[in-house]
């Protein structure tokens, strides 16, 4: 059994952006990440992007736009992991795909987190000390009984399945929105 992990502070972030994806990205200590030349294939975004900005407006509890979040993400983490996995050496391990997933999402502002996963149980956890970005700016909106974080449930979901083919339902079971101490997500294998 190996089991993955991914851990991350400030400083391993940016020597992220220094080495694995120096082609691709310039960091820029004030800003953040900044696409050079070639285009990164870290940033994939579905062109549903703008909706997804327009649903996470205070409505991210009513069940349709939460069905959006989580499908937008899904899209979104899917295309991402499947982009970069072309981009790297083929004879690299899937798991360094889906354990590329965290720095990149901390280089682009939605969080620290750190992905633990179980290549024999072929399970994962994930969590984010600080809450989700997203549950940061819902808590602070107002009170929420429910996790507000459906976009990461899908990224997390279509990232897993483009980098290690699986078909996992990502739930979160805590969120800082709600009055937990973290955000944190589980998975659970799908048939087929
Ligand atoms: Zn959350």
């Not at 400030?10 to 952006?17: L, P």
């Not at 502002?109 to 819902?138: C, H, K, P």
Request: aromatic share 8%; charged share 25%; with cysteine.
């Amino acid at each position: 059994m190996t089991v993955h992990r991914v851990s991350l502070t400030v400083e391993s972030v940016e020597a992220y952006f220094d080495t694995v994806l120096a082609e691709g990205f310039r960091w820029e200590p004030d800003q953040g990440p900044a696409s050079g030349e070639p285009r990164s294939p870290a940033v994939v975004w579905s062109p549903l992007v703008l909706e997804l900005m327009e649903v996470l407006e205070d409505v991210t509890l009513h069940p349709p736009a939460r069905d959006l979040c989580r499908e937008i993400g899904y899209h979104a983490g899917l295309e991402s992991a499947a982009a970069l996995d072309r981009a790297r050496d083929p004879n690299l391990p899937k798991a360094e795909t889906l354990l590329a997933m965290p720095p990149i999402l901390a280089g682009t502002g939605f969080g620290t987190s750190e992905l633990v996963y179980d290549d024999q149980r072929e399970r994962l956890v994930w969590v984010f000390d600080l809450g989700t970005v997203i549950a940061m700016a819902s808590r602070e909106n107002r009170p929420h009984s429910e996790p507000t974080c459906a976009f990461f449930e899908g990224l997390c979901a279509g990232w897993a399945k483009g980098s290690l083919g699986l078909n996992l339902r990502i739930s979160e079971t805590d969120c800082i929105a709600r009055g937990d101490r973290i955000c944190r997500f589980q998975s659970w294998l799908l048939p087929g």
